[in-house]
T-cell receptor, first 113, second 110 residues
Framework: DVKVTQSSRYLVKRTGEKVFLECVQD?????MFWYRQDPGLGLRLIYF???????EKGDIPEGYSVSREKKERFSLILESASTNQTSMYLC????????????FGDGTRLSIL | GESVGLHLPTLSVQEGDNSIINCAYS??????FIWYKQESGKGPQFIID?????DKRQGQRVTVLLNKTVKHLSLQIAATQPGDSAVYFC?????????FGTGTSLTVIP
């Protein structure tokens, strides 16, 4: 089974802090994704990556950046956290060939005070 | 995906009954669809998928039906069990990414 591991289940940070959310997958998947999940809204794509060192903006990239130095690891960075970034953050991965289902981690619930 | 709103649609069923969860997708060009299950405190879990060249696909106790004419997707769960209680949402693939519905909260009454 695919295992996508997010380093923190719960995180509390202060406004203005730089925040790092880490995600690791163990299935040698080429593609990795970061979403946020808010009540009443579907998952929204922040950033994705099809290969090491590559990144693409999703639908809501403002205020975020990403890093993919190794194939198995995809980091989401909040450059200067703001209260409207309080949310559930989900990382996903998928195989690179064709259209493939995405496999998700259990999420990081981030609160910005 | 499903219409966006502030409240999740809900569905309550008796244990042992069949459940039907519906999803209206938005893009007629979408060519791949997935149903996910999300239990409280966990990430979404893949249940079943279907490509646009199919109308029906069956898995273990689950069936997905695709009606491209009206852009409608449904998930049928046979003999619903307490462990099926969760939020279910659909995802459509269009362009180069997935778009996700808001979900339906299924409660199974013992």
């Amino acid at each position: 089974d695919v295992k996508v591991t997010q380093s923190s289940r719960y995180l509390v940070k202060r406004t203005g802090e730089k925040v790092f959310l880490e995600c690791v997958q163990d299935m040698d998947h080429e593609n990795m994704f970061w979403y946020r999940q808010d009540p009443g809204l579907g998952l929204r794509l922040i950033y994705f990556s099809y290969d090491v060192k590559m990144k693409e903006k999703g639908d809501i990239p403002e205020g975020y950046s990403v890093s993919r130095e190794k194939k198995e690891r995809f980091s989401l960075i909040l450059e200067s956290a703001s209260t409207n970034q309080t949310s559930m953050y989900l990382c996903a991965s998928s195989l690179g060939q064709g259209i493939q289902p995405q496999h998700f981690g259990d999420g990081t619930r981030l609160s910005i005070l | 995906g499903e219409s966006v709103g502030l409240h999740l649609p809900t569905l309550s069923v008796q244990e042992g009954d069949n459940s039907i969860i519906n999803c209206a997708y938005s893009n007629s060009a979408s060519d791949y669809f997935i149903w996910y299950k999300q239990e409280s405190g966990k990430g979404p879990q893949f249940i079943i998928d279907i490509r646009s060249n199919m109308d029906k696909r069956q898995g273990q106790r689950v069936t997905v039906l695709l009606n491209k004419t009206v852009k409608h997707l449904s998930l049928q769960i046979a003999a619903t069990q307490p462990g099926d209680s969760a939020v279910y949402f659909c995802a459509e693939y269009t362009g180069n990414q997935f778009y996700f519905g808001t979900g339906t909260s299924l409660t199974v009454i013992p």
